[in-house]
């Protein structure tokens, strides 16, 4: 290794090592926070945890310190990236952005208070004894959202009707995609509607199965509740937008981006409660008993520009019952 290269590398690893042993030395309690998702699609949400700190009276580089680590969609880099946090014996770990995060939290320590958001049921996926008594080091929020996914169809439906093939864009990797390929299909089958499942957990994968989907001539296309789609959300609005293909999402944040509606919680009202959560902890609440939290709100987001450009013409009906209308 060249004495350059050398001086590079040590300056970097310096550089990453020692926010959380200065704030300690300081003594200000550390923040680990992690995500599956990126940090260019996230900082509204980060605004919101930040939000939900302050309410607490914590506010970052004052009182309190937060080290980010971020994923980018690839699931694989989250248990590093959750026992180097634990290794760094941080006062939270803040574990968001899909239940991958939140299972890697649990698994990098069984002790350090974990806030963690995730879309499934943290029950069935052993976070937490029970929704509103935890009984152990994590507790957090959960949005549920692949119980939504029917009613998603639905909405579709009725934007797009005589659908002669649906398309559904699911990632295999993901521990809820089980539980959405069940929901997806019996909701199919229960109004007769004609199903294609396209499958990416990668960059190389999701080009090809969009390809797949033009080749089979889907006619709209679900994009299933997934952090991986989240990073991606521009790539895939620009797909549909080129071959004028009517999608649904599960964030507003793809309707605001571009894509045609969306229905979901309002995830930013999570990511401040879950900031509240954190900030109770470092005043002393321990997570086993702080209930888990679920929505209480969720938005119907739909884009007029966009259905203008794709064709399609929004049924008022559906434009009364919508949350925000983008025109």
């Known amino acids: 290794m060249r004495r350059r290269d050398f001086i590079t590398l040590l300056g970097g690893a310096a550089a990453a090592w020692p926010l959380a042993a200065r704030a300690q030395q300081a003594g200000l309690p550390v923040i680990g926070f992690m995500s599956g998702r990126s940090p260019e ?16 009276g914590f506010v970052e580089d004052q009182n309190v310190a ?21 290794a760094r014996q941080v006062a939270v770990l803040a574990a968001f952005g899909g239940d991958v995060s939140a299972l890697a939290a649990k698994q990098a320590s069984s ?27 994590a507790t957090g929020f959960t949005i549920l959202t692949t119980e939504l996914e029917p009613k998603r169809i639905s909405l579709l439906r009725e934007l797009a009707p005589g659908l002669p093939l649906l398309g559904a864009l ?7 995609a089980s539980r959405q390929w069940q929901e997806i299909e019996a909701a199919c089958k229960t109004i007769g509607q004609r199903l294609l499942f396209a499958k990416a957990a990668n960059d190389a994968d999701l080009e090809v199965v969009l390809g797949t989907l033009i080749q089979q001539q889907v006619g709209a296309l679900l994009v299933t509740a997934n952090t991986y789609f989240d990073t991606r959300r521009d790539r895939i609005i620009s797909f549909a937008a080129h071959h004028r293909l009517p999608a649904m999402y599960h964030l507003r944040e793809y309707a ?34 702080l209930p888990v939290l679920q929505p209480t709100r969720y938005e119907l987001v739909i884009n007029l520009k966009t259905a203008d450009t794709l064709g399609f013409a929004v049924p008022n009906s559906m434009q009364l019952l919508a949350d925000e209308v983008i025109e």
């Open 66 to 86: 937060i080290e980010f680590r971020w994923a980018r969609g690839h699931y694989e880099r989250l248990p590093a990236l959750a026992s180097e946090l634990a």
């Open 170 to 176: 699911l990632n295999p990797d993901s521990p809820l």
């Open 41 to 56: 699609d996230s900082a509204h949400l980060t605004a919101a945890f930040r939000k939900g700190l302050n309410d607490l």
């Open 111 to 137: 002790t350090i208070p974990i806030v963690f958001g995730v879309g499934g049921d943290p029950v069935q996926s052993g976070l937490v004894d029970s929704m509103n008594n935890p009984g152990g080091n």
């Open 256 to 289: 605001i981006d571009g894509g045609l509606i969306s229905y979901g919680p309002r995830i930013i009202d999570s990511y401040q409660q879950a900031g509240v959560y954190a900030g109770r902890i470092l005043r002393g609440a321990k997570p086993a008993g």
